[in-house]
């Protein structure tokens, strides 16, 4: 029995001196930089002049394999279709953002077949989003004086000049977006989004999506009343400026956004016609631009886009400089990407996961970052991966980024040759087309599911979704980000912490609040730490374990003896530690030594034990207090223990480690993992008047 | 053998179906309302009159237990002791801020009375700090245009009204932060300073010190240069400046400030002396005004306090609203009152700790939200505990908070008679006293102490020291905030997770990293989580897990099994999930399903298990697959491959649990803890010929 021994202990553990500190951790950083280097399929040095070609073009390994019988028809007809989505979507997008319309298609042109050669995701529809699209436009409004005044970006009349400066601003918006993705993506920061959890997007982008659909009421409506951006403002001015009503304006948008939920209900209903949602835009623009042209509706007040300029962007790198209101444009950048980051990483995870390949993070969010760049250069506002075309380039049966670069091109002919057709779009079809998208991003049944499975992630929606409705995008955004970071401070300022017992004679131990039947040794007090012992949980820690002692103490009281004398720390499940938490250990060394308590450690991992050498706890501690198991340190406290009342000695207990159950870093062969093993070489009953049976009852 | 059977189930596990959701997390509530009600020293219920006042007035308590012969003497000897150092102290700080030196004396007389009769530290010394100061001066300055040219607040002269600005503006960012520290108390938020980790904070604000000290350079030298707030800046102004250099103030200052690092030194090397610290300032101020009248100096181009107005602070409540630059504003308040609130109750918490009773934070943190509240009141600035002035009043043997009152009431009387006194203390003597008050909060000691024990603490040690020295105090905090955000969120987002593998033919599993011996079952993955599963982590969970089926798919290839056929999850280290856990294992389950693999759950806690009935997990997941301990689903998924083997039926395997080993759904007895009962009951040998001594070699 028992012949295999070098299993149980630490096998990294060699010499016996303190190691040198920052030397090992430039070490450890080495190999870890290694370990990234040769993360990829092949390691630097095996590159051929191909891999080192698709490090900076990415598109060249899916263009190398690309199957052309197979894939091609599929790419151009979901290319082709996410097109005719974008088209309207993009414009009417701008629209929300503040600036003229083509700068919408902009942004669907370039950006996309940037995006197309450098990014991962094989199935991600890039271009301008709604949700972004009202916080740039809300941000800049309040920085440009004068622009809330602005009724059409595409034809600002006398607020030429104000425009103007709204659209410089955008632009940069855009560069310094760009700027932040790439050098979170450079420097592999992409992480910090996982911060906010599903339930504070879905409520934020939940009340967005409604603040969006309201702003967009007032064309149909055919009124000229002031944007605002909070729910109860919204309706507060519409009603006042009821006297505005224009039926025509009204009928046409109410007959195109039937139409949009008609095909919708029908492409849900119905699993053939599932494409025709993705159509209802263009076949909306269609309509509504055929029935001005032949009703001549647009000198008969309906409001139409007007103007269009023809051809492709001319560069706008000139207006990235200077930058006023730094404070205020670096925030609102910020905002922006990290709202853009989260919605396209978290669809193309879903989409890479559906399809089954794997996506590299940080080239998608330098590809992202790029795409951006190409965007400011080229007179378009920030682009990001959109829910709603993504969904419908992937259900078009898109295979690779060639979907993306056709419809780029789509975008570039409607640029080069249509822009007089859609000059005649009417506001109020865009409208509805921006209502019928948004309806899908308000997520009533989230809201249910978490009901029902968890409160407190349903109070974090709710929160979020009622502070964006009613203070408004901004502050509704900074409540639900404030309220995440809250939760994951909370969550790791109080980490769980138990106290063990001995389950049934066995060499198993466990919480006691979860197996009362559990054994504690009067006396001695088990403790197992459940995280990583660092700068934001040791205060809790420190409160937990003051606690415990005095349940423990009261629980040895009752059990005839007069304080404790052993506290146990389990660290099984420490991962690592940080220079608090050494700081903590030895806080409570001294304090429990000045007490004339031992403190005990079982099973450190080895980062932990190197941690503990450096900063010279070990020493202090003492080598012959480390075990294995929590059994082992649980025997020989309770032989101490048994001595000590033979003896009569309490007032100094024999603190030698029996040569039965060896400590860690005394014997090579005495840590004894089998249980059975342990009890019948003698490890002997657990102080059978005093525990059996009793619990702490924590 | 193992005749207790109860202590391994599952206790609170009695009816089998789905529980009603939120009316059980609404019982959760009430319990912990109630829990939290009950866990100071009596009930509610059981609350005399005494009790009642004492929750209103808690200096109640300590006032009814007063022991008048022991302890008055002390906290007599304390408590003028910090009024002497509180007095050039305060006033000096005031400078700092940028307001008249009288709102340091009111600073340091009500809110220090206030907070001895609510506080519940004994022995924090609460008054104006150094840090919050220079916050405050700073931001405020940026926020009153035309405030950077005021020379001498205590007498702004042509500039009256931007320092009558300033100063409603000072009290303004006293109310609000008044405002939050009494709302964080009140809503139990204590624990968000909590991220803030030692390295950040001793990094700003040693980073901090070394701004102030060098601020008050100028004074030492008799310039009137601008006020800078990065080093270099500092440094080059000075050198610019030096052709305003005056020999009488740098020779006074000179000799201050040798006389008070002198005192220093020998308080620290004479034991007996060591109260000759704390007496350093005030015995420097006197000589300094001694020799300003003697030397009739103040004529002669000493600059001197001017103006300091007699007698007790009148009322400043119509100060507080209008509050302009209410975003700014509130910004500040909000740095402000987290340095402060991190300030004081780390220092309460030590004292706390060093004199063994017990701090209660929630009085802690309203006690100093309320002695704001009287300073915005009474003309004062924001106060918080001091480090300086609390060690010297735990050191002066200070027993109760009647020390702070007594400090309160020394500062009155010069309030009352000795203002014209002080009007003649010169600004060299006053920066004298900063520097030499501030070089002990250049903590160059943690950062070697942390450049040998953890390489990353010291990295962050060092950019919100270098952040704060050269990019100013503000963006220097900023960045310090952002990295310990930043690293809590990182720790947060790469939970720690293990592979395990039997140890030495036991039923222990055990990471197969740290034992490499530990065995391997060819098809069978273990997995332990060890974190809560909660949003922030299960993106990192999911890519672990897809990267260890990876290896076992490899490992058991290896030895002759063509797939992984079961994954077990062991949930031990796991207290709770959210939703985002529940629909992650969800998942999991179903992608698994897909493909042929079985999931299975180990030794959930009730909190998860109530989390998954009420998602209906566990009806998904089957209560079959649901098992106390690792060992037992081992077995079971052993026997089902052996049975596959044996039948030659691959493609449909047995899925039924075995009746030996359990499931902890099933059957009551079932479930047995000890390892080699089990083994003799005939669970068999772990694969004999594929798994010996096999590892993952993860």
Chains 1, 2 share one sequence.
């Not at 990294?12 to 951790?25: C, F, K, L, R």
């Not at 951006?229 to 304006?249: N, T």
């Not at 930058?323 to 922006?336: H, K, Y």
């Not at 974090?460 to 955004?477: H, K």
């Amino acid at each position: 029995m028992a012949t295999k021994k070098e299993g149980i202990l630490f096998p990294w553990h060699h010499g016996t001196g303190a190691q040198p500190s920052y030397v090992e951790e430039l070490d450890g950083l080495k190999n870890w930089v290694e370990k990234t280097r040769d993360s990829g399929s092949k390691a630097f040095r095996e590159f051929t002049p191909f891999d080192w070609a698709a490090l900076f073009l990415p598109c060249l390994r899916w263009l190398r394999t690309y199957r052309v019988k197979e894939w091609l028809l599929w790419d151009l007809l979901a290319g082709v279709s996410v097109g005719f989505m974008i088209i309207p979507q993009s414009m009417s997008y701008a629209n929300i953002a503040g600036v003229p319309s083509v700068y919408g298609l902009y942004g669907a042109f370039l950006p996309l077949a940037v995006y197309a050669l450098l990014g991962s995701s094989k199935q991600l529809g890039v271009g301008p989003v709604a949700v972004t699209s009202l916080l740039i436009g809300n941000g800049i409004r309040a920085m440009v004086p004068g622009s809330e005044n602005i009724d059409n970006p595409n034809n600002p009349g006398e607020f030429a000049g104000v425009q103007d400066i709204y659209n410089h601003k955008v632009i940069q918006v855009a560069f310094l977006v760009a700027c932040m993705y790439t050098g979170v993506g450079a420097l592999r920061l992409g992480f910090i989004v996982r911060f906010l959890s599903h339930s504070v997007i879905t409520g934020f982008t939940s009340g967005a999506a409604v603040i969006i659909g309201m702003s967009q009421v007032r064309y149909i409506l055919g009124y000229k009343v002031p944007r605002m951006d909070s729910l109860h403002e919204i309706i507060e001015v519409l009603v006042a400026g009821r006297a505005g009503f224009k039926w025509k304006e009204c009928v046409m948008g109410l007959a195109m956004l039937g139409f949009l939920i008609g095909l919708k209900v029908i492409s849900k209903r119905v699993k053939k016609l599932h494409w025709l949602a993705a159509l209802g835009p263009i076949m909306a623009c269609a309509i509504s631009i055929i029935a001005v042209v032949a009703g001549k509706l647009d000198r008969r007040g309906i409001k139409v886009v007007e103007k269009i300029p023809q051809g492709l962007p001319s560069p706008t790198i000139g207006w990235w400089a200077p930058v006023n209101n730094l404070g205020p444009m670096l925030g609102l950048s910020a905002v922006v990407m990290l709202v853009d980051l989260l919605e396209s990483t978290s669809i193309a995870r879903a989409l890479a996961r559906k399809n089954g390949y794997e996506l590299s993070y940080n080239q998608e969010i330098v590809g992202l970052g790029i795409a951006n760049f190409a965007g400011a250069m080229f007179n378009s506002y920030t682009t990001t991966g959109s829910f709603s075309r993504s969904a419908v380039n992937n259900s078009s049966g898109a295979k690779t980024q060639l979907a993306g670069f056709i419809t780029s091109m789509v975008v570039m002919f409607v640029l080069l040759f249509l822009t007089k057709v859609f000059e005649l779009l009417p506001y109020n079809t865009m409208a509805a087309i921006i209502i019928a998208g948004v309806m899908g991003l308000v997520e009533f049944d989230t809201a249910i599911y978490l009901m029902k499975t968890h409160l407190r992630d349903f109070a974090v929606w709710l929160v979020a979704f009622l502070a964006t409705l009613f203070l408004g995008i901004e502050l509704g955004l900074a409540a639900a980000i404030g309220l995440a970071l809250l939760i994951v401070i909370f969550e790791s300022a109080f980490p769980h912490t138990a106290v063990l017992g001995r389950v049934d004679r066995t060499t198993v131990y466990r919480n006691v609040e979860q197996y009362p039947g559990a054994e504690m040794v009067p006396g001695v007090l088990v403790v197992r730490l459940d995280a990583p012992v660092y700068f934001a949980n040791v205060q809790w820690m420190e409160d937990k374990l003051v606690a415990y002692e005095a349940e423990a103490l009261r629980f040895a009281r009752a059990n005839g003896i007069d304080r404790v004398e052993y506290i146990i720390l389990d660290l099984t499940p420490v991962p690592h530690m940080d220079s608090m938490g050494a700081h903590f250990l030895e806080e409570l060394h001294q304090s429990y030594k000045a007490r004339g308590i031992q403190l005990i450690l079982t099973n450190p991992s080895p980062r932990v034990v190197r941690l503990m050498e450096r900063s010279g706890l070990i020493a202090k501690i003492g080598r012959d207090w480390i075990f294995v198991r929590v059994h082992d340190a649980v025997v020989n406290c309770q032989r101490s223990l048994m001595q000590m009342e033979a003896g009569g000695s309490l007032a100094t207990p024999t603190w030698q480690p029996m040569g039965m159950v060896s400590p860690v870093f005394q014997s090579e062969g005495g840590a004894e993992p089998n249980g059975a093993a342990a009890g019948s070489r003698g490890g002997g009953p657990v102080a059978p008047g005093a525990a059996a049976g009793a619990s702490l009852g924590l």
